[in-house]
């Protein structure tokens, strides 16, 4: 069964430190580009980053609000995809969630803009 | 604010049209041809329902459809159904901010 899980979130306080972890199982991850998806209580979505398969680069990019905090990472020998988050302000409360880029019909690979297989989601509470 | 801009909330009858807009600029949407489209229920992942402007991944039923026009995007959904109510979220490939999405747009059946 293709499946990834996220792990992880907890209640941190402001200034703290947390890494999430993502496993996968039923497809080809290290071909994959994994990216972490973000979405506050009852807001939308918003992207955070994303690393390349190692055979597409392996380099990361991550989203503004983010970056020097927040650092991808991913072990193709365990199957699993990290994000560690330093510097956490109350605004990085939200679900976290791990998805991987989508290879369509044709082929084509989407690392960076169409998503298809997603996580359940770790909630992250920044709180004093 | 979001970076993508799309409506609130729409709305639609069972069996009735519905059409959902994604306005960004000519560094993202206008850009490229890279829109997708997701699905969101309560308490769910998000769906991948369109991507390339209007394809559509296998399994999703040809109900849903995509098109762009300039800087705006649309997504429509033919012959609602019930299952239809969820959040719709519009996504874009933006160059060197790499993706942006839209704030979401709640669907309800009425």
């Known amino acids: 069964e293709v499946q990834l899980v996220e792990s992880g979130g907890g209640l941190v306080k402001p200034g703290g430190s947390l890494r999430l972890s993502c496993a996968s199982s039923?497809?080809?991850?290290?071909?994959?580009?994994m990216i972490w998806v973000r979405q506050p209580p009852g807001k939308g979505l918003e992207w955070v980053g994303r690393?390349?398969?190692?055979?597409?680069?392996?380099?990361?990019d991550c989203a503004e609000p983010v970056k020097g905090r927040f650092t991808l990472s991913r072990d193709d020998s365990k199957n699993m995809f990290y994000l560690e988050m330093n510097s956490l302000k109350t605004e990085d409360t939200a679900i976290y969630y791990c998805?991987?880029?989508?290879?369509?019909?044709?082929?084509?690979?989407?690392?960076?803009?169409?998503?298809?297989?997603w996580g359940q989601g770790t909630m992250v509470t920044v709180s004093s | 604010q979001s970076a993508l801009t799309q409506p609130p909330s729409a709305s639609g009858s069972p069996g009735q049209s519905v059409t959902i807009s994604c306005t960004g600029t000519?560094?993202?949407?206008?850009?490229?041809?890279?829109v997708s489209w997701y699905q969101q229920h309560p308490g769910k992942a998000p769906k991948l329902m369109i991507y390339?402007?209007?394809k559509r991944p296998s399994g999703v039923p040809d109900r849903f459809s995509g098109s762009k026009s300039g800087n705006t995007a649309s997504l429509t959904v033919s012959g609602l159904q019930d299952e239809d109510e969820a959040d719709y979220y519009c996504s874009s490939y933006a160059g060197s901010k790499i993706l942006l999405f839209g704030g979401g747009t709640k669907l309800t059946v009425l």
């Open positions: 000519s560094s993202d949407v206008g850009g490229y041809n890279y």
């Open positions: 998805t991987t880029g989508y290879s369509d019909s044709s082929g084509r690979y989407h690392g960076d803009d169409a998503f298809d297989i």
């Open positions: 039923g497809f080809a991850f290290s071909n994959a580009w």
């Open positions: 390339e402007v209007s």
């Open positions: 690393i390349k398969s190692k055979s597409g680069g392996g380099t990361t």
